[in-house]
């Protein structure tokens, strides 16, 4: 079983070193060409027309992928099937709109016969394939090359290297775009609101902190005793530290509490102001969640106090919280 076992693992790491390689080759081998598709793409979108992605068999399963990826990314995309294409979907392709056709041969021949009828519309074409001197190419207007060298199918016949090929060539065009037309992260957030993507990028730190009741605030002066006793009473892993004046004196954990009891038999009746942590990290209330995530990465610790431009503590959010909104 163990002979087996490692045999299986031989095969499966070999699948993925022959695509690495073809990925590799095909990075080193890109050139001009993809950048004019990137420009073509941009200036079609600018112009508000959009991408028309085609493809059959297992290009066309990649097609769908990458558009996909490029819809939600803002470029405005759709996936054309190239035999209903020929059975009244060509109603999707409009005047300056651009076409990628995707066929690794470059013959396959629904996409051949699709080509005619293309180009009774005022459109480019660009063809994604891995053979430059095929029938699809040559019927371009500009070509892609994702030729590679050998595929991972020991009879090198299944589609594998060619289609991650592909498959990173929609990639590498669609965040090239993305990055060129300025796309931002609350952009993305946009297209994706019901996620936990879109939780993320979307809400802000008002939203998710601890308030009220839950939220356990003293003044500085109170002793420890009484600060666990509100602590206990929030359910809360920590206290906020007020001056006299309101503002945010300090912050006392539980974590604090266990240190100073190995320590300091007296810690009970000691005031908040002589253990506490004096400024400690905060966050504005009007702050995205995704900052408040990246704090508690940061800088490792489990409360975060909420303030306002008076330095006036409103909330508290805690990580323990995290999980059940799924920002965790």
Not at 72 to 87: E, K, N, P, R
Not at 94 to 110: H, K, P
Not at 254 to 281: C, Q
Request: hydrophobic fraction near 40%.
């Amino acid at each position: 079983m163990e002979q087996r076992s490692e045999k299986y693992l031989t095969l499966g790491r070999k699948v993925f070193e022959t695509e690495i390689e073809a990925l590799q080759s095909l990075s080193h081998e890109l050139g001009e060409n993809f950048a004019t598709a990137v420009e073509w793409c941009i200036e079609t979108l600018t112009q508000r027309n959009k991408l028309i992605l085609t493809g059959v068999g297992k290009s066309g399963n990649v097609c769908r992928k990458i558009a996909a990826t490029l819809t939600s990314t803002g470029s405005v995309c759709v996936l054309m099937d190239s035999v209903d294409a020929m059975h009244g979907d060509l109603g999707i392709v409009n005047d300056g709109d651009l076409v990628f056709v995707f066929s690794y041969s470059g013959e396959s021949g629904e996409l051949i016969n699709l080509l005619p009828a293309l180009k009774r519309f005022s459109i480019k074409i660009v063809a994604v394939t891995g053979n430059t001197q095929s029938s699809l190419a040559q019927h371009s207007d500009l070509v892609l090359s994702v030729k590679v060298h050998r595929e991972a199918c020991p009879f090198n016949l299944a589609p594998t290297s060619s289609s991650t090929a592909m498959m990173v060539m929609g990639d590498a065009l669609a965040m090239t775009i993305l990055q060129a037309r300025g796309f931002t992260r609350k952009d993305y957030a946009k297209f994706h609101p019901s996620g936990a993507i879109g939780r993320s990028l979307l809400l802000k730190v008002k939203e998710i902190m601890r308030t009220a009741e839950r939220h356990p605030i003293l003044l500085e002066d109170c002793t420890v005793k009484e600060g666990i006793l509100k602590m206990t009473e929030a359910k809360a892993g920590s206290l906020t530290i007020v001056d006299d004046a309101g503002k945010l004196a300090g912050i006392f954990s539980d974590g604090d509490l266990r240190r100073y009891m190995a320590k300091d038999e007296k810690i009970l009746d000691r005031t908040l102001k002589s253990v506490m942590t004096r400024n400690p990290i905060v966050v504005r209330e009007e702050a995205l969640a995704a900052e408040a995530l990246r704090i508690f990465n940061e800088k490792n610790i489990d409360d975060l106090i909420v303030v306002n431009d008076l330095n006036e503590p409103k909330g508290l959010v805690d990580s323990q919280d995290l999980p059940k909104i799924k920002m965790m």
